[in-house]
T-cell receptor, first 114, second 109 residues
Framework: NAGVTQTPKFQVLKTGQSMTLQCAQD?????MSWYRQDPGMGLRLIHY???????DQGEVPNGYNVSRSTTEDFPLRLLSAAPSQTSVYFC?????????????FGPGTRLTVL | TQLLEQSPQFLSIQEGENLTVYCNSS?????LQWYRQEPGEGPVLLVT?????EVKKLKRLTFQFGDARKDSSLHITAAQPGDTGLYLC?????????FGTGTRLQVFP
């Protein structure tokens, strides 16, 4: 099992550009989520999904869209990149909701917006 | 504002010392998890505590969940250089896992 995979590992964008961060898991997990990590801020929840076809907002959803058409994939779309979105992005998955289940994290995508 | 505050933010100690990291909130959580993160990697789960007052031990690490399920602590006995890393608490509410601000620990030989 590859676990949780994220692509790309690094990305540089110009202000206003759009892009999609890919996340996939091969553990048949129902719950998936996206976080961003800024220096000194811990991880902040962007969006999450409790199963295919179901998504919801986290703490900092503005400027990001998600969809969950399959159990395996949970892409994160930046609609119009801004310098404030410079961050490290982590995708995570768990078998069910996060309360009693371990979150498995991907290796992260380091995004710089110029 | 962060829902979960951790203290201290930074901790630099010598090998063999003991330390405690605190995770505090005004909100009640279903459970509280502790993760450790190495540079360039995603967080990895250390423990999940569920019941108010619960204490769990993992070798030299002791985790406690507050009686009211609003706070938690992590105590490390006789710290080793291999304990160096970023320690994150995370509280579960409904379908969301909210992370704390993090404590960066460095243990010198």
């Amino acid at each position: 099992n590859a676990g949780v995979t994220q692509t790309p590992k690094f990305q540089v964008l110009k202000t206003g550009q759009s892009m999609t961060l890919q996340c996939a898991q091969d553990m048949n997990h129902e719950y998936m989520s996206w976080y961003r990590q800024d220096p000194g801020m811990g991880l902040r929840l962007i969006h999450y999904s409790v199963g295919a076809g179901i998504t919801d907002q986290g703490e900092v959803p503005n400027g990001y869209n998600v969809s969950r058409s399959t159990t395996e994939d949970f892409p994160l779309r930046l609609l119009s990149a801004a310098p404030s979105q410079t961050s490290v992005y982590f995708c995570a998955s768990s078998s069910q909701g996060p309360a009693y289940n371990e979150q498995f994290f991907g290796p992260g995508t380091r995004l710089t917006v110029l | 504002t962060q829902l979960l505050e951790q203290s201290p933010q930074f901790l630099s100690i010598q090998e063999g010392e003991n330390l405690t990291v605190y995770c505090n909130s005004s909100s009640v959580f279903s459970s509280l998890q502790w993760y450790r993160q190495e540079p360039g990697e995603g967080p990895v789960l250390l423990v999940t505590v569920v019941t108010g007052g619960e204490v769990k031990k993992l070798k030299r690490l002791t985790f406690q969940f507050g009686d009211a399920r609003k706070d938690s602590s992590l105590h490390i006995t006789a710290a080793q250089p291999g304990d160096t890393g970023l320690y994150l608490c995370a509280g579960a509410r409904a379908d969301k896992l909210i992370f704390g601000t993090g404590t960066r620990l460095q243990v010198f030989p």
